[in-house]
């Protein structure tokens, strides 16, 4: 085959219309071979072409005869001294740490691991067996795309309601998705996948990791494999498991049809990526790419005995992020991925790994200043989960300017409050306001909290209000993983009922979960399938369940149809309403002379809470008052009067709470909104006048808003 030197950059395999260039890097490898594979199930080797060129590090070639389609993979040679950090071995496979494309997943077997598994020494002992044949291939892919007229909806961030979804999960049985497209890209870009997130009112779809991933041994094994996909082996490539197109290149179009899709729908995407480790484990590990290719370079290796591997991760592994051909991978890939793939953010999965320089987290980290100045990856939605394995690595609120923030803080206050516990009030007040003790310094706002109740570690919603603890037994651990995660309230009754009563408590404490994160300031994400309470039948750790436990199940009864449009309509309300997504925190404001309240707190009584209130334990009833922009005068008392004003009360009390109304002036009312008490949130009810009792339930929120009324009727200002 005709071969020229080639070009180190860029990085892959690069199809530019006549022939293929091939750059992988490698520090420390003495010499490498790219392998070319064809046949009927393209594991047929034909051709192993040895690269002479290496220029500042990397190894490149020139194949003019090439086309988009061809399989490819490395074998590169090197010493094998696990003790001083190497394990080359050009008998095992390798995939391209830059391939657009792979076609296939791992086929477990002995040959996968670079050492030999059943020796006495362990990985200090290379195996000389060839992986190919259990290896996925690498594919060159041919980039044209007819994008048209596509543009990222660029949703502000304080107007972004974010749907966590799995690309199976989401239309494994869904009725109205065509069988050939279900668990695909092609199927969550469907007519009624979209349809029913319009519907919903959602601005953003955040997925589950789609980069390609390894299915865990032991979870093969046993049967099972890794859902969720947080094991990645592929930076660039979009999961070949969830096309429905083909896997020669054709995964990568659908996905890029997925995202215009959704971009016609107003629709942003943003993807979970898994950058803080890869999937070839410990030193115990199989050999698949960045391992045989230069472990040195990648991984954070222990200083003082290099053999094994830092681990801050809890998956074997840390990705080695002082090294700059590390940080180039990863920033390539995100820059891949929005302006090649048009996706509109990120959220980094255990982002403190990621900026751990020597050991502590660095909130000055290369990584971060790397992304600050970069006018591609600055641009979009950038979502840190602040926290890793490692000591020191829970950093919630520490985050710099430009990143928003899963909120644990958050999760853990509203779950404690609607549970019932003592002293919660402080904790809450901060948290329905933006969580200004934790981002209301350094030039953040409101809007770098991601406010959030269950995500997709844990419980769901359903099960969230329905189990005293994990039922994780199908996962084979004897239910010894996942965290005892449940704060919430079960009604008394654990797991499946017919108790009327029962049930109907528990659809309540979904509505004032519900209703707590949408009305808080900050950002909310809704765990997928809570609005139609998705259960998982007590397992808060489905992350190797591809099953009816994981899939969405898309059979409503009444009780399900109900919270579906219980949580439309409180999506419409926070739409409606500017003063539930502010872009600044409350701080108060002069307006027209008088100074006034842009945010009151009141008691039961309805007088404002003073700072024993606060401190109070059995505090469990308050009141929020919040005045809009729309301010248009205020009263005598010096208060707001405004279309936009709103008064939020919550009782976490088991029993009834009267609440006395905030007093106005005469011709002022207080119209109700909505109420958890009732199933669609619309209990019917007068409009009040200031003093005046509103009757409260024990366990609700109610939503009333500030109207001017004349002659008994509503008037607009």
Known sequence: MRTRPGNPYPLGASWDGSGVNFALFS??????????????????????????????????????????GQRYGYRVHGPYEPANGHRFNPAKLLLD???????????????????????????????????AANLPKCVVIDPAFTWGD????????????IYEVHVKGFTARHPDVPKALRGTYAGLASPASIDYLRSLGVTAVELLPIHQFVADKHLVERGLTNYWGYNSIGFFAPDVRFSSAGALGQQVSEFKTMVKTFHQAGIEVILDVVYNHAAEGNHLGPTLCFRGVDNASYYRLVAAERRYYMDYTGCGNTLN???????????????????????DGFRFDLASALARELHEVDRLAAFFDIIHQDPVISQVKLIAEPWDLGEGGYQVGNFPVLWAEWNGQYRDAVRAYWKGDEGQAGALGYRLTGSSDLYGKGGRRPYASINFVTAHDGFTLHDLVSYNGKDNERNGEENRDGTDDNRSWNCGVEGPTKDPAILALRER?????????????????????????????????GYCQDNEISWFDWKLDKRRRDLLAFTRCLIEVRRRHPVL???????????????????????????????EDWTNPQTRCLGLRLAGDAIEEVDA??????????LILLSGHHEPLPFTLPAHRPGVRWELLLDTRTPDGRRLHRPLRGGE????????????????????SRRRP
Request: glycine fraction near 10%; charged fraction near 25%.
């Open 321 to 343: 992020m002082t090294h700059p051909r590390t940080l180039q991978l990863i920033m390539d890939s995100l820059r891949y991925w929005v302006l090649e793939m048009h996706v």
């Open 27 to 68: 520090e420390h490898a003495t010499g490498v071979e790219l392998c070319l594979f064809d046949g009927r199930d393209g594991n047929q080797e034909v051709a192993r072409i040895p690269v002479a060129e290496h220029t500042d590090q990397v190894w490149h070639i020139y194949l003019p005869e090439v086309r988009p």
């Open 509 to 541: 404490q979904k509505r004032n979960f519900l209703a707590t994160l949408l009305l808080s300031q900050g950002v909310p994400m809704l765990c997928g399938g809570d609005e139609i309470g998705r259960t998982q039948q007590g397992n808060n750790n």
């Open 637 to 646: 008392q010096g208060d707001p009067i405004t279309d936009d004003t709103l």
């Open 97 to 131: 740490p830059y391939a657009k494309a792979i076609d296939g997943t791992i086929r477990w077997g002995d040959t996968l691991f670079g050492h030999q598994v059943e020796h006495p020494q362990a990985d200090l002992s290379r195996d000389g067996r060839d992986s």
């Open 693 to 712: 009792i509103y009757p409260l339930e024990g366990r609700c929120v109610a939503v009333l808003q500030l109207r001017r009324w004349a002659g008994g």
């Open 150 to 161: 596509d543009r990222p909806p660029r949703i502000p961030w304080n107007e972004t309601i």
């Open 581 to 611: 997504r502010r872009r600044q925190f409350f701080y108060g404001r002069r307006i027209q002379g008088s100074e006034v309240k842009d945010l009151a707190w009141f008691r039961q009584d309805g007088k404002e809470m003073t700072e």
